[in-house]
């Protein structure tokens, strides 16, 4: 297809996490169970740079241009300089870290965990650590936008964050769907946020408290297939919004990535399915292009593993398909 390309050198195991940056619409990062955290610019399709840990890499993310973040298995969490390579390590925490976001405006690296903490971490400060925050659960899943956090954890548990004040949350919810939480993604215009499950189902949701908010939000199918008269359902993996038309793309373990618009209830596009399953999606940040990882995701164990093809990362022009009918540019 001539909308995209495959990554030279991609990693060699199942794609955890991949990240655009923030301000550079070709700086990408992706980690993988490899153990290894890659920078790429996918302009040239280079790999820029390889950080290795000691055991498999599950979250990342950008600060700025020339800083990178990590956390895994390994209980670390790394900093590194993409101009110099230089790692430094800010500290850690007592489980595996599963998520970490970049709270642009507060400068801060907020970094969650199968230890049930949330942390806070200044990067500049000699004790790099600000704060750690307990939860009920294991945390899965974060996403910040202005200064909202949403925290998903294990069993269906939700806590929504002002950051400026974490000493509780402001709003504690449990999950619209009935499975496991798989994906969270918030609303580039700071409404709500979407979330996915193992069921392939996403709920649709608003931060507003107000009964006339709630009455907005729902959930929908989707990642399923009927083959034979047999309902066949998918993960949905991984969740993102277009930082611009607020539109959100869904990636499936079905191998398939569709373009949503939530406010009209429709679906705008699916992109021909991939040989694998999505396990995550990101938009560079002018929405021109969308990262997609695609490997392996464990549905059928060590039998599935054995036939499993090569992971891949796909970088795909995004064009009109992305915008919601009647978009104005507002």
């Not at 300089?81 to 998520?99: E, F, P």
């Amino acid at each position: 297809m001539a909308d995209q390309f495959a990554l030279a050198s991609p990693p060699f195991d199942s794609v955890s996490s991949v990240r655009f940056s923030p301000s550079n619409p070709d700086h990408l990062l992706v980690s993988s169970w490899d153990t290894s955290l890659r920078f790429y610019d996918v302009a040239a399709n280079e790999q820029k740079s390889k950080f290795d840990h000691r055991a498999a890499v599950l979250a990342c993310c950008f600060s700025d241009t020339t800083h990178a973040y990590s956390g895994g298995l390994d209980t670390s969490v790394r900093e590194f300089d993409l101009q110099t390579d230089k790692v430094n390590h800010l500290g850690q925490h007592a489980d595996a870290i599963s998520a970490m976001t970049y709270a642009r405006d507060y400068n801060t690296l907020i970094t969650g965990s199968w230890d049930r903490t949330v942390r806070f971490w200044d990067p500049r400060a000699s004790n790099s650590q600000q704060a750690s925050h307990p939860q009920p659960e294991r945390v899965y899943y974060m996403d910040v936008v202005n200064h909202i956090l949403v925290v998903a954890m294990a069993s269906r548990k939700y806590h929504i964050y002002d950051i400026r004040k974490m000493d509780e949350p402001a709003q504690i919810r449990e999950s619209s769907l009935k499975f496991m939480t798989r994906a969270l993604a918030c609303m580039p215009d700071g409404q709500g946020y979407a979330t996915a499950s193992v069921e392939g189902r996403i709920a649709v949701e608003y931060f507003d408290p107000s009964p006339q908010a709630q009455e907005k939000k729902y959930a929908f199918k989707c990642h399923r297939q009927i083959i034979d008269d047999v309902d066949h359902v998918w993960p949905v993996n991984a969740l993102a919004f277009h930082p611009v038309y607020n539109t959100f793309a869904s990636g499936g373990s079905d191998g398939t990535v569709s373009i949503w618009d939530h406010k009209s209830k429709k679906r705008l596009r699916q992109y021909p399915k991939y040989n694998a399953p999505i396990p995550s999606i990101a938009f560079n940040c002018d929405g021109s292009k969308l990262a997609v990882g695609v490997s392996y995701t464990w549905e059928d164990g060590e039998e599935g593993a054995k036939t499993a093809e090569r992971p891949a990362v796909y970088i795909k022009t995004v064009g009109d398909e992305a915008k919601p009918k009647g978009w104005t540019g507002s």
